[in-house]
């Protein structure tokens, strides 16, 4: 664990970067104070602990309670590998599920959800987008090195079945690539519209899979700018590609051994097109945000009017 980007200790108050001011007390100052350098949390439980003659399991809950409410006002990041906790995720399942069949309810998850948090900009960004979606980046370098392999093994000659794993290795590094740059592209109009629009930019946040833009505004029309600008980039970015599969020279298809794969490639763009412009309607959080703007400039136009 570690203070999140922007949160300042001083004496016995946390001040954020958004302003907000919170008060501790001396055991809470205290671990905001190990907390300013990265810690594990049990480590600090241990060493109060043997500090205090206490026994581990007293001190632990009431700790673990103050992480989690930090972590619960974005104060505080934490640092864990995001495949160690799907993985005791999945360990867990199945007694989780036992549980739900003879109790009739399904238990709470024991593992603790990360949050991360880093300063909101380009790099940070990319850091964010990385970690939350490293599982889809392992995946497109491994395409990547398996095309590559088959490509210096293989010549052109090669039997047709060969060749065209090499094909679908280099057709779906392409489509994984395209899928991060499309999150980056996102995520990245979201915070250039927010440093455009002059709003109040608290940092980029991110989880398993997921990642966003943390920032407030009190214009409806700014945040509705904010909102939209980041379906709009990721959907003009995909219609830019498939406007390049289509018009592209055939001998360039050719040379790479993928030309009976240019319909494949326009409708895999295709699919990451729909989802960006779904993103757009009220069936995704950034459509409903939209929704809610609109309305609340209709509103206040009406009630001026």
Request: overall charge neutral; charged content about 15%; hydrophobic content about 50%.
């Amino acid at each position: 664990m570690t203070l999140a980007p922007g949160v300042l200790l001083s004496g016995s108050t946390l001040e954020d970067v958004d302003g907000q001011v919170y008060e501790l007390d001396q055991d809470g100052a205290a671990l905001c104070a190990v907390f300013a350098e990265p810690a594990d949390v049990e480590t600090v439980v241990e060493g109060l602990s043997q500090l205090r003659e206490t026994p581990p399991t007293t001190l632990a809950g009431p700790i673990w309670e103050f992480v989690e409410d930090l972590s619960s006002r974005g104060l505080l990041s934490v640092s864990e590998s995001f495949s160690s906790e799907r993985a005791a995720r999945l360990a867990e399942l199945p007694g989780r599920t036992f549980t739900a069949l003879t109790a009739g309810a399904l238990p709470a998850s024991e593992v603790r959800r990360s949050l991360r948090r880093y300063p909101g900009s380009i790099t940070g960004l990319a850091r964010a987008g990385l970690e939350a979606h490293q599982a889809t980046a392992w995946i497109g370098v491994a395409l990547v090195v398996a095309a590559a392999g088959l490509a210096f093994a293989l010549s052109p000659t090669d039997s047709a079945r060969g060749v065209g794993v090499r094909t679908a290795c280099l057709l779906l590094s392409g489509y994984f690539t395209l899928l991060l740059a499309n999150i980056f592209v996102h995520e990245s109009a979201h915070l250039v519209a927010a440093r455009l629009s002059k709003c109040t930019v608290y940092g980029v946040y991110c989880r398993p899979s997921g990642m966003g833009i943390s920032y407030t505004t009190a214009s409806e029309p700014r945040r509705l700018a904010v909102t939209a600008a980041g379906p709009l980039a990721a959907l003009a970015l995909d219609l830019t590609v498939m406007a390049a599969i289509v018009v592209g020279p055939g001998i360039i298809w050719s040379a790479a051994g993928i030309d009976q794969l240019r319909l494949s490639a326009f409708a895999g763009v295709a699919a990451l097109a729909a989802f960006q412009a779904v993103c757009l309607t009220p069936l995704a959080r950034d459509g409903r945000s939209i929704a809610t703007s609109l309305r609340a400039i209709v509103r206040k136009e009406t009630a001026r009017a």
